[in-house]
Nanobody, 121 residues
Framework: QVQLVESGGGLVQAGGSLRLSCAAS????????MGWYRQVPGKQRELVAVITSRGTANSADSVKGRFTISRDNAKNTVFLQMNSLKPEDTAVYYC???????????????WGQGTQVTVSS
């Protein structure tokens, strides 16, 4: 069994900052890419940022220069530092990770339960 547990969401004023965390736990052999997605009602889930196991990061144009993704491989944890938040960043943020479990030879994609981020104007 593998779980991704997110934390750090909440309500913040425009221009403020939040830091999201997502910890993977369970019978894990290795984690490849870890990332953050977000979704607003009525729209598709979109990629916010992704980071490889070696630390190479990419992010959506809409958050470049404001959001920073990082990870702690020893703790199977990924972070999203969000600065200069805007009302349009309001969404449910989901953590995603490609994980190889004990007893498996392949990687599967796992999702967290989501954490609400609300930015007021």
């Amino acid at each position: 069994q593998v779980q991704l547990v997110e934390s750090g969401g909440g309500l913040v004023q425009a221009g403020g900052s939040l830091r999201l965390s997502c910890a993977a736990s369970g019978s894990i052999i290795r984690i490849n890419d870890m990332g953050w997605y977000r979704q607003v009602p009525g729209k598709q889930r979109e990629l916010v940022a992704v980071i490889t196991s070696r630390g190479t990061a990419n992010s959506a144009d809409s958050v470049k220069g404001r959001f920073t993704i990082s990870r702690d491989n020893a703790k199977n944890t990924v972070f999203l530092q969000m600065n200069s938040l805007k009302p349009e960043d309001t969404a449910v943020y989901y953590c995603n990770a490609d994980i190889r479990r004990v007893g498996s030879y392949s990687y599967n994609s796992y999702w967290g339960q989501g954490t609400q981020v609300t930015v007021s104007s």
